[in-house]
């Protein structure tokens, strides 16, 4: 099955940016359309981007304008370019492929934490 290793997470300001990836052991056409998903304490996991095969992107409301997601299936990575963060936008950042029916996800990689201060 296909591994996925999330990183670019870190401590930022608020106003700041931070681009992630996600990079995948195989991939990632096959998966079809991909997301970044968050993940905060007592909260579930919520999808904030998504990014079909052709391209087209979805975001949350409180990430659109600041958040781009891309992908590059040649090289099997996924972004999450985001500006402007927010102290709202602290979480764990997972990248996975959109699941409609909420069970059919690759195994979830670690994550990588972004928090946000100030």
């Known amino acids: 099955q296909v591994q996925l290793v999330e990183s670019g997470g870190r401590s930022v300001r608020s106003g700041g940016a931070l681009i992630l990836t996600c990079a995948a052991s195989?991939?990632?056409?096959?998966?079809?359309?991909m997301g970044w998903y968050r993940q905060t304490p007592g909260k579930q996991r919520e999808l904030v981007a998504s990014?079909?095969?052709?391209?087209?992107?979805e975001y949350i409301d409180s990430v659109k304008d600041r958040f781009h997601i891309s992908r590059y299936d040649a090289r099997n990575t996924l972004y999450l370019q985001m500006a402007r963060l927010r102290p709202e936008d602290t979480g764990v950042y997972f990248c996975?492929?959109?699941?409609?029916?909420?069970?059919?996800?690759?195994?979830w990689g670690q994550g990588t934490q972004v928090t946000v201060s100030g």
């Open positions: 195989g991939s990632i056409t096959s998966l079809g359309d």
């Open positions: 990014i079909s095969t052709d391209e087209r992107r």
């Open positions: 996975n492929r959109v699941s409609k029916s909420g069970s059919d996800f690759v195994t």
